[in-house]
């Protein structure tokens, strides 16, 4: 590969996995010179500047959670500064939408990427041979690599449900619990709203704010 691979990271489904996609998309792991690597779009202005911004704060929390990435990302800076800051812009979604995520769902994420990325270049190649040989195998590899996908998408989905039960059962726990304080609430409410401070009266525009002399 002539330039190493961006860190690049999404939920979205993959190309040839799920929406028929034949490139990564906006979101998603991508390698340059390919159509979804193209730096600084205007609606993107803002998010690049907080990148340039951030910079050093974001390349340590790559740094901590993907190091090979890390690697990749300064020997971008220095080959190509314009896709890395590309790259980089990218990288601060990226943080924003997993970093309140459990490690473990976030490690299952970038497991995820890795696949995505790895099907959209056997496909990629499967399409630019003419040899019926090299087609077979591309076409074994890329569907070993769909089922480990599919494999890894089941694993968030089930650690996303368990996350939802909990959070009901937590809510559920706060049900049951208010039910059983049900008078003290109303009684609470009750006691607050009858000795409330009366509030002055709004008067609409052009009504007199006092009563008019007798």
Do not use: C
């Not at 000795?195 to 006092?210: D, L, M």
């Amino acid at each position: 590969m002539s330039v190493m691979v961006i860190l690049f990271l999404a939920t979205t489904t993959v190309v040839g996995a799920e929406g028929g996609r034949d490139r990564p998309r906006q979101g998603r792991l991508a390698e340059p010179g390919d159509p979804a690597s193209r730096p600084d779009k205007p609606t993107g202005r803002r998010t690049l500047a907080d990148a340039k911004q951030h910079e050093t704060k974001l390349l340590e929390w790559v740094k901590q959670v993907r190091p090979e990435h890390h690697k990749r990302l300064v020997v971008l800076k220095k080959t190509n500064p314009r896709l890395y800051w590309w790259a980089m812009r990218e990288t601060i979604k990226l943080h924003r939408r997993t970093k309140s995520m459990p490690a473990d769902l976030r490690d299952l994420m970038f497991q995820q990427q890795d696949l995505r990325l790895r099907a959209w270049r056997l496909a990629k190649e499967f399409r630019s041979t003419d040899s019926e040989q090299d087609k077979d195998r591309l076409r074994a590899d890329l569907r070993e690599v769909l089922a480990r996908m599919f494999a890894v998408q089941q694993k968030v989905r089930l650690r996303r449900l368990a996350m939802l039960e909990q959070r009901i059962k937590l809510i559920r726990a706060n049900l049951e619990q208010r039910a059983k304080r049900r008078d003290q609430i109303i009684e609470k409410k009750l006691q607050r709203m009858l000795n409330a401070p009366q509030k002055p009266r709004r008067r609409g525009p052009g009504r007199p704010t006092t009563k008019p002399a007798d």
